[in-house]
C-alpha cells in the first residue's frame, strides 16, 4: 500500500463547479501539505502549504486537513477551463525535506 | 525570471551513453532537491543537498546515479550507462531549509 492514496481521476466538471480533490495518507507523522499543480509536460506548481490540521483560503482555492482521519482536501470554486491540469497532493513530516506525493489527480473543466 | 531553472529541456540519448543534467536554483535557497516521475506518477525523491553537503539518497538512486553541487549553488545529476528505464522527467527543485519546495521546469530523458 502506497503511503499516500489519491484518485488518479480523470475528473470532468462544467466551468464554474466547485471541484474536491481528496488524498488519504498512512503516516501519522506528516505534518506539511501542500497541493501542486502540473500541467502537461511541465514542472509542478506550488499552490497552498499548510502545517497540520485546519483550512487555509487563497483566493478561489481552499486547502482543508484533517490529521485524525488522515486525510485532506483541495477546493477550486468558479473552476475555470485555465484550472485544467492534474493535481498533486504531497506531504513531509517535521522537518524532513522529503516530500511523498500522491499519484495525482488529472482535471478537466470543460466550457 | 528568478525560478529554478533546468537545463537541457529534453534528451534523447541512446542505451549505454551518459547524460549530465543541471538544476540552478532559486538564489537565496540553501536545500536543492532532485526527483524523478514518470507517467501517469507522482514525483519521487532521489536525493537533496543543503549547501554542498549531499544529506539524503533514496534507494531509487542506483551506483549509475551520481549528483553533486559542488560549491552550493547550481547542481547537477549525472546517469552513466543509461538504460530503457531510466527514460522519465528529472525535477529539480529548491528550498530555504525545510520550507516550501519550488520546482523547476523539469529535463525529459528518453532513453532509446
Known amino acids: 500500500q502506497k503511503e499516500v492514496e489519491q484518485d488518479p481521476g480523470p475528473l470532468s466538471v462544467p466551468e464554474g463547479a466547485i471541484v474536491s480533490l481528496n488524498c488519504t495518507y498512512s503516516n501519522s507523522a506528516f505534518q506539511y501539505f501542500m497541493w501542486y499543480r502540473q500541467y502537461s509536460r511541465k514542472g509542478p506548481e506550488l499552490l497552498m502549504y499548510t502545517y497540520s490540521s485546519g483550512n487555509k483560503e487563497d483566493g478561489r482555492f481552499t486547502a482543508q486537513v484533517d490529521k485524525s482521519s488522515k486525510y485532506i482536501s483541495l477546493f477550486i470554486r468558479d473552476s475555470q477551463p485555465s484550472d485544467s491540469a492534474t493535481y498533486l497532493c504531497a506531504m513531509k513530516p517535521g522537518t524532513a525535506s522529503k516530500l511523498t506525493f500522491g499519484t495525482g489527480t488529472r482535471l478537466q473543466v470543460t466550457l | 525570471d528568478t525560478g529554478v531553472s533546468q537545463d537541457p529541456r529534453h534528451k534523447i540519448t541512446k542505451r549505454g551513453q551518459n547524460v549530465t543534467f543541471r538544476c540552478d536554483p532559486i538564489?537565496?535557497?540553501?536545500?536543492l532537491y532532485w526527483y524523478r516521475q514518470t507517467l501517469g506518477q507522482g514525483p519521487e525523491f532521489l536525493t537533496y543537498?543543503?549547501?554542498?553537503?549531499?544529506?539524503?539518497k533514496s534507494r531509487l538512486l542506483s551506483d549509475r546515479f551520481s549528483a553533486e553541487r559542488p560549491k552550493g549553488s547550481f547542481s547537477t545529476l549525472e546517469i552513466q550507462r543509461t538504460e530503457q528505464g531510466d527514460s522519465a522527467m528529472y525535477l529539480c527543485?529548491?528550498?530555504?531549509?525545510?520550507?516550501?519546495?519550488?520546482f523547476g521546469p523539469g529535463t525529459r530523458l528518453t532513453v532509446t
Open positions: 538564489s537565496e535557497h540553501n536545500r
Open positions: 543537498f543543503q549547501n554542498e553537503a549531499q544529506l539524503e
Open positions: 527543485a529548491s528550498s530555504f531549509d525545510s520550507f516550501e519546495q519550488y
